[in-house]
């Protein structure tokens, strides 16, 4: 019970990893706040963990757009108060993965909601915790496709190489207030983020996790032989945001099955 009577708000949270995270932090006793588009996911998660004794609510936000961020945290805040630990998770990928071929459009989407939604979204939160003297914590969500070349894809790598960056100028600005900025990396997690790639690739869905981990153990590219769980990555998110992570801050932690030590 790390976050008992604590305000966490989750972007992205109604399925695939923020799903897992905010699960995480409902069981160990936080007010949970759900920020996603999609209305009928959120709505059930939000009533999954209610049904378990868990306290949360949902709120359809679109993170890309700043009115919807203010209302997301005028929301949260008449709810459950102050914020204390703020997750920005929401990302999407491109539809056409080769940097070659997405289009300018495409490419500004995906920065609309992974970049600017990040900014958008942490910073209000980071607002929240100064205008009431909350000394919280804010953790971003990074990708190991982020540090390396091996990928085709243009705009989704660029998108995560901003937020990690992003999160260290955070990091220092809120240093003096005693408000941490980390950031979790995953690697191969098994999620619906795939879903264009394995459409692309013509995968049956739920297939290009396993085929990426195959390819990577034949070039000796990963070092644990799995794809990694939902539930490992919500585990190093809850670490950073915990008392456990107090002098720890500005820092990027993979959890990627040793991908990032043989990139």
């Not at 009577?5 to 007010?31: C, M, N, P």
């Not at 805040?77 to 056409?96: C, H, K, L, Y």
């Not at 070659?100 to 910073?123: K, Q, T």
């Amino acid at each position: 019970m790390r976050f008992k009577d604590k305000h966490v708000i989750v972007t992205g949270g109604a399925s695939g990893i923020g799903r897992a995270i905010f699960q995480l932090f409902a069981r160990e006793g936080a007010r949970v706040v759900v920020a996603d588009l999609n209305v009928d996911s959120g709505n059930r998660v939000v009533e999954d963990v209610r049904a378990q004794g868990g306290i949360a609510l949902f709120v359809r936000t679109d993170v890309g757009d700043p009115a919807s961020i203010e209302n997301l945290i005028a929301e949260a805040v008449a709810a459950f108060g102050p914020i204390d630990v703020a997750v920005s998770n929401a990302a999407i990928t491109e539809q056409v993965s080769s940097a070659l071929e997405i289009s300018a459009g495409e490419w500004d989407r995906v920065f609309a909601i992974n970049v600017r939604g990040s900014f958008l979204f942490c910073r209000s939160c980071a607002q929240n915790m100064m205008d009431n003297g909350v000394q919280g914590s804010i953790v971003t969500i990074g990708s190991l496709v982020a540090r390396g070349g091996k990928t085709m894809a243009g705009a989704y790598p660029s998108s995560k190489a901003a937020v990690m960056q992003f999160t260290k100028n955070l990091a220092k600005c809120l240093a003096p207030m005693g408000i941490r900025v980390n950031c979790v990396s995953p690697g191969v997690v098994a999620t619906e983020i795939y879903a264009n790639i394995e459409k692309e690739m013509m995968m049956e869905p739920g297939a290009f996790a396993e085929w990426l981990v195959e390819e990577s153990l034949k070039a000796g590219q990963i070092l644990i032989p799995r794809a990694g769980q939902a539930e490992e990555i919500a585990a190093a998110v809850a670490f950073l945001a915990s008392p456990e992570a107090s002098y720890i801050t500005a820092q990027n932690l993979s959890v990627d099955g040793g991908t990032d030590w043989c990139w």
